[in-house]
Nanobody, 121 residues
Framework: LLVESGGGLVQAGGSLRLSCAAS????????MGWFRQAPGKEREFVGA????????YYADSVKGRFTISRDNAKNMVYLQMNSLKPEDTAVYYC????????????????WGQGTQVTVSS
């Protein structure tokens, strides 16, 4: 089970930190990803972090602004979002995969319910 939190309304240029709490499985066995879906658009990859947290990947659209981290002791993964833009507005989802480096939604086995992020201009 994955549960996201931390979404909300923020002005452009602001920051938010999303959290994802995992339960029910051995969290450290999974590569964790963040995705987002804006109205009328397909769900897209935002970034991912390796089992140990030593490797991260990001979509070009968020590179340098977003940072993913995880705390395996707490079964938590985070998405720190800085310099937010109106185009970052979407529902954000965390997901778990047992495939290293996965960026496709089809490679993720478990999903949270999502949390809304709205960036006003």
């Amino acid at each position: 089970l994955l549960v996201e939190s931390g979404g909300g309304l923020v002005q452009a240029g602001g920051s938010l930190r999303l959290s994802c709490a995992a339960s029910g499985r051995t969290f450290s066995n999974y590569w964790m990803g963040w995705f987002r879906q804006a109205p009328g658009k397909e769900r897209e990859f935002v970034g991912a972090i390796s089992w140990s947290g030593g490797r991260t990947y990001y979509a070009d659209s968020v590179k340098g602004r977003f940072t993913i981290s995880r705390d395996n002791a707490k079964n938590m993964v985070y998405l720190q979002m800085n310099s937010l833009k109106p185009e970052d507005t979407a529902v954000y989802y965390c997901a778990a995969s047992n495939i290293a480096g996965a960026t496709l939604t089809s490679k993720y086995n478990y999903w949270g319910q999502g949390t809304q992020v709205t960036v006003s201009s």
